[in-house]
T-cell receptor, first 113, second 115 residues
Framework: AQKITQTQPGMFVQEKEAVTLDCTYD???????LFWYKQPSSGEMIFLIY??????QNATEGRYSLNFQKARKSANLVISASQLGDSAMYFC??????????FGTGTRLQVFP | DSGVTQTPKHLITATGQRVTLRCSPR?????VYWYQQSLDQGLQFLIQ???????AKGNILERFSAQQFPDLHSELNLSSLELGDSALYFC??????????????FGNGTRLTVT
């Protein structure tokens, strides 16, 4: 069965430091996409970055990168040079042959000065 | 701005009532998804429509129903509301381009409070 696991309920990071948010997944489908979303306190869901199951290189989008380790079924989000505005909930999600997106339980990131 | 529009932003109603949530997908997107986000259940997939037809069902209660109209906007109907239905309801859309490698784009959500 498809499953996304985020084991860190909360993370703290100092401004300008890098932080890694963990995500593991499970699916029997060889074709899938992995996504990260940010949910600020205002509530909207903001798409950040994605990785396809056949992609050879890790995805990057500005300060966000996705550390994709297929054999370990992990897709960790790395945020470099954290900013105060990065404080939010972060969700890892997967889309496979079922077409829908399934989400992990999220990690609350707090960036302090 | 994701391009997905949800109305209303907030809804406060009483138990036993019925409400309708509306969603306009991004221009050109044929698929619409509804999700419920509550504190105890997290983000739960409710239902998906593709070009007017129901494509997949998730954890949607029988008291809830949805439809997608010819102009591709979608409505989620919630009836006989209970306190536990209080949640943030999201609509999302996606195109037909790259399948599983395409992200879903979310609206800002409708926050439903049942009193």
């Amino acid at each position: 069965a498809q499953k996304i696991t985020q084991t860190q309920p909360g993370m703290f990071v100092q401004e300008k430091e890098a932080v890694t948010l963990d995500c593991t997944y499970d699916t029997s489908d060889p074709s899938y996409g992995l996504f990260w979303y940010k949910q600020p306190s205002s509530g909207e869901m903001i798409f950040l970055i994605y990785q396809g199951s056949y992609d050879q290189q890790n995805a990057t989008e500005g300060r966000y990168s996705l550390n994709f380790q297929k054999a370990r079924k992990s897709a960790n989000l790395v945020i470099s040079a954290s900013q105060l505005g990065d404080s939010a909930m972060y969700f890892c999600a997967m889309r496979d042959y079922t077409d829908k997106l399934i989400f992990g339980t999220g990690t609350r990131l707090q960036v302090f000065p | 701005d994701s391009g997905v529009t949800q109305t209303p932003k907030h809804l406060i109603t009483a138990t036993g009532q019925r409400v309708t949530l509306r969603c306009s997908p991004r221009s050109g997107d044929l698929s619409v998804y509804w999700y419920q986000q509550s504190l105890d259940q997290g983000l739960q997939f409710l239902i998906q429509y593709y070009n007017g037809e129901e494509r997949a069902k998730g954890n949607i209660l029988e008291r809830f129903s949805a439809q997608q109209f010819p102009d591709l906007h979608s409505e989620l109907n919630l009836s006989s509301l209970e306190l536990g239905d209080s949640a943030l309801y999201f609509c999302a859309s996606s195109g037909t381009g790259t399948g599983v490698y395409s992200p879903l784009h979310f609206g800002n959500g409708t926050r439903l409070t049942v009193t």
